[in-house]
């Protein structure tokens, strides 16, 4: 029986550019995940998309298509999430292409299994850093952006990513002390049990990359870490 997602506490992530086997996506499928995320950066195409949904389908793990481009958009995913860079310098990236994709998609869209994360990038060296313009946010400025997450925006999510390296479990904490209905997620540079838990203790949900395409068996493991945190 699958979870809420106020109770969820483990995602994987999917990168529709990058290669997995049908036997490492299903055992990924039947971890005890909570959710399957499909989203990258680059070269996420339709067809990348449509792949993984379909191989993601046969199990009842919930799955959910982060949407990071407009032509890679297609029904059939039980939950979109639509990303605001909280802390990117271009207006762009918090409004103007959420602006676009509602125009186009808003006849069709269904607020029961849409939901908005309010997304904080905090490694400069991310692909997602970059390509947003984003700008590194001190201490009180991601605490600021949590609060706005939830105060100003309601938004349902905050998502502290740091795509591609581990991020400060302090700051992490910080956040969700400043949090009371607005979800905390962790993202970035999740390799093992003891730095899954380590998050999760803090963050309301943790999400693994990367470590599935590089150690795919540490990353499995990473499920049961967090089981009873
Ligand atoms: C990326 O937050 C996720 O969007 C996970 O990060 O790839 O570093 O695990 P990693």
Known sequence: MYKEMNEWKHLFKLDPAKEISDEQLDRLCESGTDAII????DDVTLDGVLDLLSRIRRHTVPCILEISNMEAITPGFDYYYIPMVMNSTEKKWMMDIQHQAIKQYKDIMDWDETFVEGYCI?????????????????????????YM?????HLPIFYMEYSGTYGDPKLVRQVKAQLNNTLLFYGGGIENNFQAAEMKEHADAIIVGNSIYTDFKKALKTVKAVENV
Request: overall charge negative.
């Open 122 to 146: 905090l490694n400069e060296e991310a692909k997602a850093f970059k390509h947003t313009s984003c700008y590194m946010p001190d201490m009180e400025d991601v605490t600021a952006y949590a």
């Open 38 to 41: 499909v989203g990258g950066t």
């Open 149 to 153: 997450a939830e105060n100003v925006f």
